[in-house]
């Protein structure tokens, strides 16, 4: 089967991987070139976004995970997780360094100091079984998405009414918010399906 990463250089490394395993999925943490390049699929986890990219660059991962995502490795990003996976930020330091791979523009902490924390409804694209319990962390939003770019989720109500916390292009997938803290598995089904199917496409090319 699978074998699916998470980028454990920071942040709720634990949360995915026991999601994960919890899925049947064999999960692997990476910290290093060498353990990036043995994975089916990758899993960038929340926390802090400046730390994440600065330990990157530090562990030499940086340019690599730039060259798995050009080169298809299915990605999903939490909360820190989709701000390293966008093409523009918008909030954050003017050096802070992206992985990139999602043609967006994405706002960091854009919920403002009123919600810090909350949770909320949100129906997924591609997601039977209703909306999910969305739980937002320090959270950002994506302020614009290119062409490319299919959006899975909104926020419904409130202030943020109408803001972009779910998208998809390609084989990359990122939330604003964090379903590994709810124990609501269909995102990470969604992505496990996602990398065995990249895994048997591969296989099939390679013979
Ligand atoms: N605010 C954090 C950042 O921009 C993300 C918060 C989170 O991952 N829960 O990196």
């Known amino acids: 089967d699978v074998r699916i990463g998470v980028l454990a250089l920071?942040?709720?490394?634990?949360?995915?991987?026991?999601v994960l395993?919890?899925?049947?999925?064999?999960?692997?943490?990476?910290?290093?070139?060498a353990e990036l390049a043995a994975v089916d699929g990758l899993v960038l986890p929340g926390g802090e976004s400046t730390t994440m990219a600065k330990l990157?660059?530090?562990?030499?991962?940086?340019?690599?995970?730039?060259?798995?995502?050009?080169?298809?490795?299915?990605v999903y990003g939490t909360c820190a997780g989709l701000v390293l996976l966008a093409e523009r930020l918008l909030d954050a330091p003017p050096d802070q360094p992206t992985i990139g791979g999602l043609d967006v523009t994405v706002r960091r902490n854009a919920f403002g100091r009123q919600a810090e924390s909350f949770e909320s409804p949100v129906p997924l694209a591609?997601?039977?079984?209703?909306?999910?319990?969305?739980?937002?962390?320090?959270?950002?939003?994506?302020?614009e998405a290119g062409p490319q770019v299919e959006v899975l989720g909104r926020v419904g109500g409130g202030p943020a009414d109408g803001r972009i916390v779910a998208v998809r292009q390609g084989a990359v997938v990122a939330t604003s918010f964090h379903p590994e803290l709810t124990g609501d598995t269909r995102v990470h089904r969604l992505f496990i399906h996602m990398v065995r199917t990249s895994a048997r496409r591969r296989a099939q090319c390679a013979t």
């Open 56 to 74: 990157a660059v530090r562990t030499g991962l940086l340019e690599p995970l730039r060259d798995a995502v050009r080169g298809g490795l299915p």
């Open 21 to 33: 395993t919890g899925l049947g999925a064999e999960a692997v943490t990476v910290r290093h070139p």
């Open 126 to 143: 591609g997601v039977p079984g209703g909306p999910l319990s969305a739980v937002f962390i320090r959270a950002p939003w994506v302020e």
């Open 10 to 18: 920071q942040g709720d490394v634990r949360e995915h991987f026991a």
